[in-house]
């Protein structure tokens, strides 16, 4: 995010994933279900796209971009 000039949002954005990890790092699937932690990240995106560039098309493309750029 920060590559992409959104560096700002990381300190609001990252409470709100507080506790999906264990101290090593590890996604903590005892206490969330994966898919569940996906739909979750997939809303917080969309919200920064949204107040970022405040159209459906920037936020389809900002989470395009996401998916392409961390599924490899």
């Known amino acids: 995010m920060r590559q992409l000039g ?8 990252a409470p709100q994933l507080d506790g ?14 994966f ?19 405040g159209n459906k098309e920037a936020v389809d493309g900002f989470e395009e971009y996401i998916l392409r750029h961390y599924s490899g």
């Open 20 to 33: 999906a990890f264990g101290a090593d790092g590890v996604f903590a699937h005892d206490r969330l279900r």
């Open 35 to 53: 898919v569940d932690f996906v739909d979750d990240v997939e809303e917080l995106l969309e919200e920064v796209a949204w107040q970022e560039w």
């Open 6 to 13: 959104l560096g700002r949002h990381l300190g609001r954005l």
